[in-house]
């Protein structure tokens, strides 16, 4: 098979699943999970072959790419002389997409396989596992397309299918308000992409990803216009990599189905941005004032979000909170401008970050509860599998050597240690400490607390078992191991010793304070200092974003409301449509039947005007 | 000479000669054999016509010509004979007896329309434009209904003096440049453009093709013609007749050139028609002659094309043409099948209430329908109008071009009237609509097309750039 061959299972075989299971009858829509895992396991092994074909990066970059549409210069924009505007669907294919397009496809394996097991009770299966499908069409097609435009479109249904399935259970009231906010935040910022993109097309007159290098836009745009222009498409990152201050949606929308918050709200879609700004990386670079932004979000990010995952209780969110700081160091690293390392913490981080959140969902499957203090009280530590896959995630979170994230990690220490200044430096070295305090503070938790009132587990058939520990412990396995791919890996001592340094420090301060759970359990509820409140209230994000739209946006909205009434509906549009009508029935009034009327109407009109302008 | 580029007409004049045979059968038979034989008809047609394409030559000492231009609408015109032919067989107000004759005048009209795409002279043109006139008169008198004739009568009366007319002007722009052929008038225009006789004379010859087109002001038979003729043969006045309107607009055009004052009379004539059609069409309530004063609009959307007078405004009118009998094809297809079950050949807007829960697939065949008449993406009428529009917008005129979108917007409101009707109302009877095999294939071709043709017009868009080039004069 060739390469586009490939290209087309890859993309169709998650759409062809979304399908069937729409199409089946209610009768046996029990086999939606086969259907579901069978296609994504096909999407998998074709990329690894893929990804094995190509493995030294030989004949990349690839492209299929077929004219669509020829716009002549119509669109009329002053003074920019560009002949024909082009635009093209395709795909593309080079080490970056290679890359994510595996991690793509296996986590999603990986997820549907663990889903099994989690969604075994659940009456709507088929919906989720068509939605899943449909996620893994919109993101695997987000990856291999070649152009901007094709990209968000894509972009567009990754962000529906989170909407979808962050309110799978709409009928809480909490998951429905989530999903709202996921969307509209999303949407708020993806006006910024969108019109960014608009802007590179008139401007630019091409949005293929091949032509879109920093000389090349250099030459043709000036300093301000390609910052504004990236910095527009940066919104789009914000709102999908949950960057301050769009970043308040993820958080909530840990009220999805955990092994949701798996694949999309940890490794795959909120990567999304991350991913873009590595695929587009030079139309970013082309302005150092764009870098410089990126830089300074990422870091303003990462710090802030670290802080509050250190005081979480709901294991989702911590892991949630997390993810954000994380994706912060990431787009710190690009914005560094290392797109390499912040790709290769991307995939790095998506294997370890799977893997604790499937964790965590298999103790809230078990135990039926998201508070970590609860989870160890009833029981958390027996559950050997889980605790196990838990300490090897946290462990390669805290960037312990030589998991996965150390390496990551490191490499992103070093980019901003000599690209960054010492400014983002320091903040980045003090995220890493504060990863390892909240990691080990999870940790230690649930591991060291005595069992109160115990769980015991439901027995469970062998299937469940398998589905439940096979993603587990191969994902375990995979954060381990991923660490060595990197291959612009070299060890460097004095960072080395840094990082171990930080581990340290944050883990002896989490035991500290938590290696008696129940104690520092009741000193937190004592404690009301103002720090302490800060965090709580989450630096008062939400209450901003709440006066906002409830106070002033609300004001402005009854204005606008009256106006609109007024002046718009009634005086304009209402006094335009009547007139309409009016006109159409007073014309009407011409077609009256005879034929002499009709003839002398068409002879006189016609005479009349060829006189007139003859 | 060779013939084999005649073929189609021929075909078509072979047919013609049997089914004037069949009227000396029983007319049981025969009325049978015409729902087997007309789509058969249609599809040799085309399959004929399509390997014709790529050639070009002249007939019957230079009066006639095949190049891309003629036989790419002959290919619209077949297809839209073809559609024509298949929904046929829900003909409900046709007479028994008369059924033969429905064929024979379907036919002969055809073939007047394929001629006239191809006349390069002045009296073929005028022969064959008679020709699919009379057989159109016919056609819209054969009902059984009291008001039929009086239609008929109208159109005749209507067409007599619009072809008056246009011998007038012809007789003038002839007696200006010494010869009936086009291509001795092209070589003749530059210099006689400037002469008033010579725009006067086009204007007059000109009211015989805006009565083709049902353009202001010799619309006025539109409404009461769609109203009367049985519905399958308004859908055939309304989609083939249309197209060969558009066709000798092109070739007329190409062949003359338009002078500053004539773009001002067709720039008028546009935006009356545009004003007209969707301001009356508004407060209509017979769905037949909603569409009349529809395609009244539509006519002048294609006239802002034709007076654009570029390469590009030619093209984008074939195109919308063709876009125009697919979309319109579509919406008499629902109108013709909601006629037959209702058993009441002048559906009125609340026939249509709940089509949705009676049947879903027509219900959506009319929304595209109208959606893409109304210009909505990604649909072909869309693409279409965009690209007329910016034909029209590249000369200047974004006065008409901005007045022509503003239509766009009123004509939504009747076209999706008729969409809440469809979807939002309850039926009356549950009755679900069943369709025959040919009526529910061209429906899905018909659905198909209208978004391929929207998302990838770019070949399409092509060939009728490539078909304006070759047919220069």
């Known amino acids: 098979m060739t390469d586009l061959h490939l290209f087309w299972v890859i993309q169709l075989a998650p759409l062809l699943a979304f399908l069937l299971i729409q199409v089946l009858p209610k009768t046996i829509n029990k086999v939606a999970p086969a259907i579901g895992m069978a296609f994504s396991l096909t999407a998998a092994l074709a990329s690894l072959n893929l990804s094995f074909a190509h493995s030294q990066g030989a004949g990349l970059p690839v492209e299929f790419s077929r004219q669509w549409l020829v716009v002549a210069d119509y669109a009329v924009w002053p003074n920019i002389p560009v002949p024909h505007y082009t635009l093209s ?65 894509f972009w567009e249904l990754v962000g529906l299918t989170s909407y979808l399935l962050i309110g799978f259970w709409f009928e809480k009231k909490s998951a429905a308000t989530a999903a709202r906010k996921a969307f509209v935040i999303n949407r708020l910022a993806d006006l910024g992409f969108y019109l960014g993109i608009i802007l590179l097309f008139l401007l630019f007159g091409t949005l293929g990803f091949a032509t879109l290098k920093a000389d090349a836009l250099r030459n043709v745009l000036g300093h301000g216009t390609l910052t504004l222009i990236g910095l527009l498409i940066f919104c789009g990152v914000m709102g999908k990599s949950a960057q301050f201050p769009f970043h308040v949606w993820l958080p909530d929308a840990m009220e999805g189905p955990t092994p949701v918050s798996a694949l999309i709200h940890s490794a795959t879609m909120v990567a999304a941005g991350v991913f873009l700004l590595a695929r587009a990386f030079d139309l970013f670079s082309a302005s150092h004032t764009t870098l410089l932004v990126i830089l300074s979000i990422g870091a303003i990010t990462a710090l802030m979000s670290a802080t509050l995952a250190a005081i979480q209780r709901d294991i989702k969110r911590i892991l949630a909170y997390s993810t954000v700081s994380q994706l912060g160091l990431m787009v710190m690293a690009i914005g560094a401008g290392s797109a390499e390392s912040g790709m290769f913490h991307l995939s790095t981080h998506a294997y370890f970050k799977s893997l604790l959140f499937l964790t965590s969902g298999a103790f809230i499957h078990r135990f039926h509860t998201n508070d970590i203090w609860e989870i160890a009280d009833r029981g958390g530590k027996k559950d050997a599998v889980a605790l196990g896959c838990l300490a090897f995630g946290l462990l390669s979170l805290s960037g312990v050597p030589p998991f996965a994230g150390f390496f990551s990690k490191d490499l992103i220490l070093e980019v901003l240690k000599h690209h960054g200044g010492i400014f983002f430096y320091g903040v980045a070295v003090l995220v890493s400490f504060l ?104 630096f008062f994000m939400d209450d901003a974003y709440d006066f906002l739209v409830k106070k002033v946006g609300l004001a402005l909205g009854r204005w606008l409301n009256a106006f609109d009434r007024a002046v718009i509906n009634s005086l304009m549009v209402n006094q335009t449509s009547f007139s309409v009508m009016r006109l159409g029935r007073v014309v009407s009034r011409l077609q009256n039947g005879l034929l002499q009327d009709y003839l002398a109407w068409a002879v006189g009109i016609g005479i009349l005007i060829v006189f007139c302008f003859l | 000479m060779d013939l084999s580029l005649f073929v189609p007409e021929l075909i078509l004049l072979g047919a013609i000669a049997y089914l004037l045979c069949l009227t000396l059968s029983s007319r049981q038979i025969a009325g049978s054999a015409l729902n087997i034989f007309l789509p058969g008809l249609g599809m040799i047609l085309m399959v004929s016509t399509f390997f014709t394409l790529g050639h070009s030559g002249v007939l019957f000492s230079d009066t006639y010509r095949i190049d891309m231009i003629s036989q790419g609408f002959k290919l619209v015109l077949a297809l839209s004979f073809l559609l024509v032919a298949v929904l046929s067989c829900h003909r409900i107000s046709i007479p028994r007896d008369r059924e033969v004759e429905y064929g024979i005048f379907l036919s002969t009209s055809l073939l007047g329309m394929m001629m006239m795409t191809s006349a390069v002279d002045i009296l073929t043109l005028y022969v064959s434009m008679e020709l699919s006139s009379y057989s159109l008169y016919l056609l819209s008198a054969l009902r059984r209904d009291q008001r ?32 009936t052929s086009l291509a001795g008038i092209a070589a003749q225009a530059p210099a006689l453009v400037a002469q008033p006789a010579f725009s006067l004379g086009l204007a007059f010859a000109l009211f015989a093709f805006l009565f083709k087109l049902s353009a202001f002001p010799l619309h006025f038979w539109a409404p009461d013609v769609y109203e009367s003729a049985a519905t399958p043969v308004t859908s055939f006045i309304a989609t083939a007749s249309k197209a060969a309107a558009v066709a000798i607009f092109i070739r007329i055009f190409m062949a003359t050139g338009l002078s500053a004052g004539l773009i001002w009379v067709l720039g008028i004539l546009a935006f009356l028609s545009m004003t007209l059609g969707n301001a009356v069409a508004l407060v209509q309530q017979d769905v037949k002659r909603l569409l009349a004063y ?84 990604p649909l072909a009428g869309f693409t279409g109008k965009w690209i007329l529009f910016s034909a029209a917008m590249d000369q200047g005129h974004w006065f008409l071009v901005l007045w022509a979108v503003l239509n766009s917007v009123v004509s939504l409101f009747y076209y999706l009237t008729l969409v809440k009707h469809v979807y939002l109302k309850k039926p009356e009877t549950a009755q679900p609509i069943l369709l025959s095999t040919g009526t529910k294939i061209a429906a899905f071709l018909l659905l198909v097309s209208l978004v391929l043709l929207g998302v990838f017009p770019n070949a399409f868009i092509t060939f009728t750039q490539q078909a304006i080039l070759s047919g220069a004069f």
Do not use: C
């Open chain 1, 89 to 153: 669907v395709g795909f593309l294919l080079d080490p970056l997409n290679l890359l994510m397009i595996t991690l793509v496809t296996t986590i999603s394996f990986f997820v549907q396989l663990f889903s099994f097991y989690y969604m075994n009770e659940d009456p709507s299966r088929p919906r989720y596992f068509g939605f899943l499908s449909f996620f893994s069409f919109s993101m695997t097609g987000l990856v291999l397309s070649n152009n901007l435009l094709q990209t968000f479109l």
């Open chain 1, 435 to 538: 990863t390892a305090y909240y990691s080990f503070r999870l940790f230690f938790v649930i591991a060291l607390s005595k069992i109160g009132h115990e769980v015991r587990a439901h027995h469970e058939s062998l299937t469940l078992k398998i589905s439940r520990a096979l993603p587990l412990f191969s994902l375990a396995a995979l954060s381990l191991i991923t660490g060595f791919t990197g291959h612009a890996f070299h060890l460097n001592m004095e960072l080395l010793i840094t990082t171990v340094i930080l581990v340290v420090a944050g883990g002896a301060l989490a035991y500290s304070q938590f290696k008696d759970p129940a104690a520092a359990e009741a000193a937190l509820r004592g404690n009301q200092g103002f720090i302490f409140k800060i965090l709580e209230r989450k």
């Open chain 2, 148 to 179: 039929a004739p009086e239609a008929g009568v109208k159109y005749l009366l209507f067409g007599a003096a619009a072809s008056g007319v246009f011998l007038w002007g012809m007789s003038l722009l002839v007696g200006l440049s010494g010869t």
């Open chain 2, 294 to 377: 529809s395609s009244i609009a539509q006519a002048g959307y294609l006239l802002l094309g034709l007076l654009s007078g570029t390469l590009e405004g030619y093209s984008s009118s074939f195109f919308y043409a063709f876009a125009y009998v697919l979309m319109n094809t579509a919406a008499f297809l629902v109108v013709i099948v909601v006629a037959e079950s209702s058993r009441h050949d002048n559906p009125q807007i609340s026939h249509f209430n709940g089509l949705a829960e009676r049947s879903p697939f027509l219900a959506l065949l009319l929304l595209l329908g109208l959606l893409s008449l109304a210009g909505i993406p």
